[in-house]
């Protein structure tokens, strides 16, 4: 049925468009060639196949013509879905960086495909590029399919990822600094005189891993021996991490600080730890990661690694461009900071 509808929408506008090359005394491809602006047809045409076309309700498919011009102008921006870490697509970091990605493309005048695919299968995002649909690719976050992304880069196909940078990355990547986040985060704990700290993320994700290494760097600087033990494998979405967490802080009562990889985790790390009778920060001290707007209005505040996720979205943007334009782009790191808030307090 979908077959038969879109044939005879095609036929229609066949139909539509030489009834106005017969009212206008022109031929069809002149038509064509006039609603799409085309220099070779004089104003005064361009003008009497512009009002016919009004008067018989014709619209101009505007994707099919980009395609023929060469002037597509929309960027398709995916965001996997990791069966693991089940991170939802209303995660409040997600819906910033997809906001702060529409705005850069907003101000240079092209539109955003917003899709999911499975993680594992990340070849499906090309699909957008590959059917002409859009001119080029984001992908937020690298998830545990790095060979994947290579393989898109390989193609040749413009494309650009949110996440850390890896080693034999052929892909270009825009992110944070992680290393240096997960740094900060465990020194301002050990400075404020916590020992027995955790960790909360899944460090087979790449930007987790980097922020985990940056969390073990401080711990060894500080002569504080790394205890896997207090490392907890948490996945994003929140039901599931709170699960983890409820048996994870009741069989470590020792725990007097936390390093949470996302701000959600980390207002669950405090829910659960008052559950417990633990109170933040005079018991344990709690750090998330990325600053979103809510760090601030949460109970306690949230102190949390801060990411540039305007300026984030402005870069992911251009080095798309310049990928689009030909131009051979490298991996870009953006810088850091902790924003100190009363679950960690700042040192006085």
Not at 141 to 159: I, S, Y
Request: aromatic share 4%.
């Amino acid at each position: 049925m979908a077959e038969i509808k879109k044939t005879k929408t095609a036929d229609q506008r066949r139909l539509q468009m030489a009834d106005i090359a017969r009212l206008s005394g022109v031929s069809v491809s002149t038509v064509s060639r006039a609603l799409a602006g085309s220099s070779l047809v004089n104003e005064e045409t361009r003008l009497r196949v512009a009002e016919l076309a009004r008067s018989l309700n014709y619209q101009v498919n505007l994707g099919a013509q980009n395609l023929r011009l060469q002037k597509n102008r929309t960027v398709a921006v995916v965001v996997p879905y990791d069966a693991q870490s089940r991170q939802h697509i209303s995660d409040p970091f997600f819906l910033s960086i997809v906001g702060a990605i529409a705005d850069a493309l907003t101000e240079l005048g092209f539109d955003m495909l917003l899709s999911r695919v499975d993680a594992d299968h990340l070849d499906a995002a090309a699909q957008a590029v590959d059917s002409g649909k859009a001119v080029g690719l984001l992908i937020i976050g690298q998830w545990r399919h790095h060979d994947q992304l290579n393989e898109l880069a390989a193609r040749k196909l413009p494309v650009v990822v949110w996440g850390g940078q890896m080693a034999q990355q052929l892909y270009c990547s825009v992110g944070g600094d992680n290393v240096l986040g997960g740094r900060l985060a465990a020194e301002h704990l050990l400075r404020s005189g916590c020992r027995k700290l955790a960790f909360l993320g899944d460090a087979d994700l790449p930007e987790v891993m980097l922020r985990r290494a940056g969390y073990w760097a401080a711990l060894a600087a500080a002569g504080v021996t790394v205890q896997p033990a207090l490392e907890l494998a948490a996945p994003f979405e929140v039901g599931a991490a709170r699960l983890a967490m409820e048996a994870f802080f009741a069989s470590h009562l020792e725990i007097d600080g936390v390093v949470a990889c996302s701000d959600l985790l980390a207002l669950q790390a405090i829910q659960v730890l008052r559950a417990l009778g633990r109170a933040v920060p005079s018991d344990v001290q709690v750090i998330g990661y990325d600053d979103m707007p809510l760090a601030a209005y949460c109970d306690p505040p949230l102190t949390s690694v801060h990411q540039p996720v305007a300026a984030a979205g402005v870069q992911l943007v251009q080095a798309l461009m310049r990928l689009i334009d030909g131009e051979p782009v490298a991996p870009s790191t953006l810088p850091v900071h902790l924003v100190t808030r009363e679950s960690a307090p700042a040192l006085t």
